[in-house]
């Protein structure tokens, strides 16, 4: 079945650092992909989406693009602040959107 | 601003109990979902439908049922509680033409002791 790996489990940083996060997946045919945030006490919500080869992604000051070859959508923010901490879901969905696969999640934890 | 409500936020069980979970959606979403959180395993998918009457297996549902009344509310049900099932439990709704955006509860904290 279609699955997603986040590299890491934790990410430690200090403000103003370069953050990325890896996420590979796997699934036949062409999914879409997503990044979602969790912040403490909070479900999941929406980050941004790509559905299509070399689309990027980008919200918040986040943005990941799309890599068919790879099988990859990195998330990456070119300046992280305390305020982002928290953790993040890479995920899937096949045509029709109708089910969302998740990876095991990142926790982001930013410094001042 | 969608809207998923879940109750109850927290709840003890003991072994062998039956447990009833709720949510309740006013976004008017054909599609709901049923995930569990645990450390490690990131968020898994019990039960899903695609609208009153349906109900999909997810990727762990043993142990799991669900049930969809209406349009609104999506249950999941516990017949037999086991501490294995202690975990957070999210609630989510969404429809082919959120183009994959589902909308979280905020969790139901469940502990079968």
């Known amino acids: 079945g279609d699955s997603v790996t986040q590299t890491e489990g934790q990410v430690a940083l200090s403000e103003e650092d370069f953050l990325t996060i890896h996420c590979n997946y796997s699934?036949?045919?062409?999914?879409?992909l997503f990044w979602y945030v969790q912040y403490p006490g909070e479900g999941p919500q929406f980050l941004f989406r790509a559905s299509r080869d070399k689309e990027k992604g980008s919200s918040r000051g986040f943005e990941a693009t799309y890599n068919k070859e790879a099988t990859s959508f990195h998330l990456q923010k070119a300046s992280v602040q305390e305020s982002d901490s928290a953790v993040y879901y890479c995920?899937?969905?096949?045509?029709?959107?109708?089910?969302?696969?998740f990876g095991k999640g990142t926790v982001l934890l930013v410094s001042p | 601003e969608a809207a998923v409500t879940q109750s109850p936020r927290n709840k003890v069980a003991v072994t062998g109990g039956k447990v009833t979970l709720s949510c309740n959606q006013t976004n008017n979403h054909n599609n709901m979902y049923w995930y569990r959180q645990d450390t490690g395993h990131g968020l898994r998918l019990i039960h899903y439908s695609y609208g009153a009457g349906s109900t999909e297996k997810g990727d762990i549902p043993d142990g799991y049922k669900a049930s969809r009344p209406s349009q609104e509310n999506f249950s999941l049900i516990l017949e037999l509680a086991t501490p294995s099932q202690t975990s957070v439990y999210f609630c989510?709704?969404?429809?082919?033409?959120?183009?994959?955006?589902?909308?979280f509860g905020k969790g139901t904290r469940l502990t079968v002791v």
């Open positions: 699934a036949s045919g062409y999914p879409a």
């Open positions: 989510a709704s969404g429809d082919a033409g959120g183009r994959g955006e589902v909308f």
């Open positions: 995920a899937l969905t096949g045509p029709g959107y109708n089910k969302l696969t």
